[in-house]
């Protein structure tokens, strides 16, 4: 089992940044990719970011230049930084590991609002 914990949401104003972080412990397989989803209200989640446990990075293009992946693979934790933050950025962010067939984990996730 595997279990997903993130931290460093919260309120921001409009331009402002945030730092999310997503430790991951339990048994975890070496060759794995984390991620970043979102989910705004009455939509559906959606891909911010993912980056394998070599390194490799994909960014979806809603927050494409906007926001840097990172992992620490000794501490098994993810993060995501975020710069430039809009309104329509607000939603919660999970924190997601996989890796083969059947081993997809979640966070319970993590709420960013940017508002003034």
């Known amino acids: 089992q595997v279990h997903l914990v993130e931290s460093g949401g919260g309120l921001v104003q409009p331009g402002g940044s945030l730092r999310l972080s997503c430790a991951a412990s339990?048994?975890?397989?070496?060759?794995?990719?984390m991620g970043w989803y979102r989910q705004a209200p009455g939509k559906e989640r959606e891909l911010v970011a993912t980056?394998?446990?070599?390194?490799?990075?994909n960014y979806a293009g809603s927050m494409r230049g906007r926001v840097t992946i990172s992992r620490d693979n000794a501490k098994n934790t993810v993060y995501l930084q975020m710069n430039s933050l809009k309104p329509e950025d607000t939603a919660v962010y999970y924190c997601?590991?996989?890796?083969?067939?059947?081993?997809?984990?979640w966070g319970q996730g993590t709420q960013v609002t940017v508002s003034s």
């Open positions: 997601n590991l996989r890796s083969y067939i059947d081993y997809n984990y």
């Open positions: 339990g048994s975890i397989v070496r060759i794995n990719t």
């Open positions: 980056i394998t446990s070599a390194g490799s990075t």
